[in-house]
């Protein structure tokens, strides 16, 4: 009867570790996206992936927003769905977000002093 305890025991240990080897794992395979924006230095304001390609659609999930700021007459406003960040008028040089959770709905992004010129948008879906 010891001998099935023991061996009881080390299966039950050997699980844990076993799931907490998998859970751990799993929290390191989370994938976050990069996302760049550019704003100036003329009146240009863009939102592109690594791959230079504008964004227009994304999933739902965490990205990272990397936003050069290339003028101090702009500056680069990100609002949505549990989403608003700003970057400083005054502001030359660049901003990372980091880890911002995207859900569905519509994100827009603009430029505050020139909103009517400088804006953009894209769809989480």
Known sequence: MP???YAL???AVAGSLVAAGATQAASHKTKVTKLYGQVGPGFTIMLKRANFVPVKTLKPGVYTFVIQDRSTEHN???KGPGVDKVTPV???GTKTWAKLTLKKGT???WCEPHKTQMHGSFKVA
């Open 76 to 78: 680069f406003r990100l």
């Open 9 to 11: 025991l080390a299966l």
């Open 90 to 92: 005054r502001y030359l």
């Open 3 to 5: 001998r099935l305890r």
């Open 107 to 109: 994100y827009n992004y």
